[in-house]
């Protein structure tokens, strides 16, 4: 079974500050998803980085994905309190068959306070 | 637009009632997914189907069963309903090709209490 180390668990910051959630594993993924829910909604996905040191940006928002494909991380700069929800990262099986299942990290709940 | 659709919204049972909560996809995506969300546990797989007619399955599947009732429907049975089985429960689907994960499109949740 494969597993995702997600943390912090819970992160509280002031409206500006910089912020980064770690996502680690040690099991190699294909490629890795990130995705944010809102209260009373399902998970929408921000990003999937596929290429182990891959960095991908959206807006104020950095994605990372290690050389080794093991791990990630996402990094907002400046937080908003629009930013403010659950982070889940999410890997996708290597090897094998994986018919697109992915193992979910336990989530970040990210609140900014303005 | 409708993408994922989850019935009910909501839903409160006793211990030891049964149902089943439905979900339909818009999307054409031949794989769906059933998820059970619980504080500090991320997302669990319940079960899955990569393709009509195929099951399997996922991480928590004991208490569930699941059918892929064509290509845009996947539903989730309770048979005999347990507190430790309240929960939000998510439906997916996704476009699966070659070895590649897709995005999974989500529902909006079905909030199941159990008494």
């Known amino acids: 079974t494969q597993l995702l180390e997600q943390s912090p668990q819970f992160l509280s910051i002031q409206e500006g500050e910089n912020l980064t959630v770690y996502c680690n594993s040690s099991?190699?993924?294909?490629?890795l998803q990130w995705y944010r829910q809102e209260p009373g909604e399902g998970p929408v996905l921000l990003v999937t980085?596929?290429?182990?040191?891959e960095v991908k940006k959206l807006k104020r928002l950095t994605f990372q994905f290690g050389d080794a494909r093991k791990d990630s991380s996402l990094h907002i700069t400046a937080a908003q309190t629009g930013d403010t929800g659950l982070y889940l990262c999410?890997?996708?099986?290597?090897?094998?068959?994986?018919?697109?299942?992915?193992?979910f990290g336990q989530g970040t709940i990210l609140t900014v306070h303005p | 637009n409708a993408g994922v659709t989850q019935t009910p919204k909501f839903q409160v049972l006793k211990t030891g009632q049964s149902m089943t909560l439905q979900c339909a996809q818009d999307?054409?995506?031949?794989?769906m997914y059933w998820y059970r969300q619980d504080p500090g546990m991320g997302l669990r797989l319940i079960y899955y189907s990569a393709s009509e007619g195929t099951t399997d399955k996922g991480e928590v599947p004991n208490g569930y069963n699941v059918s892929r009732l064509n290509k845009r429907e996947f539903s989730l049975r309770l048979e005999s309903a347990a507190p430790s089985q309240t929960s939000v429960y998510f439906c997916?689907?996704?476009?699966?090709?070659?070895?590649?994960?897709?995005?999974?499109?989500f529902g909006d949740g079905t909030r199941l209490s159990i008494l």
């Open positions: 980085v596929v290429t182990g040191g």
């Open positions: 997916a689907s996704s476009v699966v090709q070659g070895q590649g994960a897709q995005p999974q499109h």
């Open positions: 099991s190699v993924f294909s490629s």
């Open positions: 999307m054409n995506h031949n794989s």
């Open positions: 999410a890997g996708a099986n290597a090897g094998g068959t994986s018919y697109g299942k992915l193992t």
